[in-house]
């Protein structure tokens, strides 16, 4: 289950059909979507002060009963900075969709296993540097076909962007730990450091990882160092 966040406020009319389209290119993609705003607003009006605030808390139980977040758009309304904060604090993962109307942005994995997010990784990770590290690339930077948590593990071979808040470049050069696959991206373009317990995970999804991956783990049992 999907719970679809996207603006309400504003073009009401325009904000409600793209919800509806966001729910059913989402469906399309073989997953439950549920939009609060499609849903609550039947019946309680945004305009009205008390059913606003009716509909935000119902819209939140819902929120805390799905396998995940996906917000919509680059525009995040008040409502939506809410249901971010609601999903964070409750270790919901969350996925930001920059481009809704196209369903090849969607974080839809390939495979049965969930993609990974920011809740996978250790979260003092985002200001250390990664060179060296294990790091969980955003979905949105591998193709369809290809997106599986398998391929969002990479090693952090070098690049200006390992150290935080670099002001010059923020590239890092990546390598697949299976594959040997290369990739060059921005810091930004990935969550952080993954955690021992997402690694255990990965190790026990894909057997492949754990034969490239045994190595590394002898010396201290650490497999994100």
Same mark, same amino acid.
Request: hydrophobic content about 35%; overall charge negative.
């Given at each position: ?23 059913? !290119? ?23 002060? &008390?059913?606003? =605030?009716?509909? @935000?808390?119902?819209? !939140? ?7 995940? +977040? ?12 809410? =249901? ?10 969350? $996925? $930001? ?17 969930? +993609? @990974? ?10 200001? &250390? ?7 969980? +690339?955003?979905? *949105? ?12 593990i990479w090693t952090v071979t ?15 050069? #990546? ?20 955690? #021992? ?10 057997? *492949?990882?754990?034969?490239? +991956? ?5 010396? &201290? ?5």
């Amino acid at each position: 289950m999907v719970y679809i966040a996207s603006p309400l406020r504003g073009d009401y009319n325009t904000n409600i059909k793209n919800a509806v389209e966001y729910c059913r !290119l989402a469906g399309a993609q073989g997953v439950l979507p549920l939009a609060p705003h499609i849903i609550f607003s039947q019946w309680c009006n945004d305009t009205i002060p &008390e059913q606003r =605030e009716k509909g @935000l808390q119902l819209g !939140l139980a819902l929120l805390e009963k799905v396998d995940e +977040l996906w917000v919509m758009g680059t525009t995040f309304s008040q409502g939506m900075q809410g =249901e971010v904060a609601f999903a964070m604090e409750h270790k919901i993962p969350i $996925f $930001f969709v920059s481009h809704p109307h196209d369903p090849a942005y969607y974080p839809v994995s390939a495979d049965e296993n969930r +993609l @990974l997010t920011s809740l996978d990784c250790t979260p003092e990770s985002r200001q &250390e540097s990664y060179e060296g590290q294990f790091v969980v +690339l955003r979905h *949105e930077h591998i193709r369809q076909e290809y997106r599986t948590p398998r391929n969002q593990i990479w090693t952090v071979t070098h690049g200006p962007g390992c150290r935080p808040n670099y002001a010059h470049s923020d590239t890092i050069h #990546l390598t697949h730990p299976v594959d040997g696959d290369r990739m060059v991206v921005g810091r930004g373009d990935v969550w952080g450091v993954p955690t #021992l317990k997402t690694m255990d995970c990965i190790r026990q999804a894909y057997p *492949e990882f754990d034969a490239a +991956l045994q190595p590394a783990a002898e010396p &201290e049992g650490e497999l994100c160092r």
